[in-house]
């Protein structure tokens, strides 16, 4: 049997053909875009524009398909912004137990949504297809992947650093941008080094490669000292870029 994440806009046809014609799915993931509403005001949406809500497509599909046995599952996302869609697709993706089938049908939803499940099949290694519209009926026309070997590149240090990097900032109850240095002690240069269980001086290297391919940002700041020395000592805070937070959840599978 097999997963099919799929991404959804204002038409759940799409969504019916594409369980129909891949046969063999048992669970279907809704990846469905947020109305307009929920993230523009009111003032900023054009007048005329068709409003949809894909959420509420997305129940309509979860009651029909559940009654042919097949389960359902909505994650809601902002379809105009793509790191959040890539990253949210590659998640479910690697939330799948080993030796399942994966197959995404990106052919719902808004233009940045769509490409992002691309994205993120490519990354994956997962086939994808849209269903394309015919005179005589729709098909399900399978997508070509490309290989993504570059992503191998990245040392098994630097794999286990987007990892760490990741799980500290999602314990944060702040944007990172808006904590202060002390809350962000996971995240100097030492306090990641002893996670990775190796030296700040063997660290340090692996940390500027990935600041200077874009994954990683840096900045200095400053902690208090333990006693009896008192005062502060200046660090390093490093974080993730959007580029690098798209990494870290490729390789989130590798390092559980």
Not at 49 to 59: D, L, M, Q, R, Y
Not at 146 to 172: A, N, R, V
Not at 207 to 224: D, H
Request: charged share 25%.
């Amino acid at each position: 049997m097999a997963v099919m994440i799929a991404t959804l806009g204002g038409s759940g046809d799409i969504i019916k053909l594409g369980v129909r014609l891949m046969e063999n799915v048992d669970k279907v993931l809704l990846v469905a875009g947020k109305p307009l509403s929920e993230i523009y005001p009111e003032s900023e949406i054009k007048a005329g524009t068709e409003i949809v809500n894909p959420p509420e497509k997305a129940s309509e599909l979860e009651s029909l398909l559940e009654g042919f046995g097949i389960r359902v599952k909505t994650f809601k996302v902002d379809p105009f912004n793509f790191k959040e869609c890539l990253i949210t697709i590659i998640e479910l993706i690697n939330a799948q137990p080993e030796g399942v089938e994966v197959v995404l049908n990106v052919t719902g939803g808004t233009k940045i949504l769509s490409l992002a499940a691309l994205s993120a099949a490519g990354m994956c290694r997962c086939k994808a297809f849209v269903i394309q519209e015919k005179g005589n009926g729709s098909i399900k026309l399978e997508l070509p992947m490309p290989d993504p070997g570059y992503f191998e590149k990245i040392g098994k240090q630097g794999k286990k650093t987007f990892s760490y990097l990741m799980q500290e900032e999602k314990k944060l109850k702040d944007p990172i941008e808006q904590c202060s240095d002390e809350k962000l002690r996971p995240f100097i240069s030492k306090n990641i080094a002893n996670h990775l269980g190796v030296t700040p001086q063997t660290l340090t290297p692996i940390l500027k490669s990935l600041e200077f391919s874009g994954l990683l940002s840096s900045r200095k700041g400053s902690i208090k000292r333990g006693e009896p020395a008192g005062g502060k000592s200046g660090v390093k805070i490093w974080r993730l870029t959007d580029e690098g937070k798209i990494y870290a959840a490729y390789f989130s599978k590798e390092n559980r």
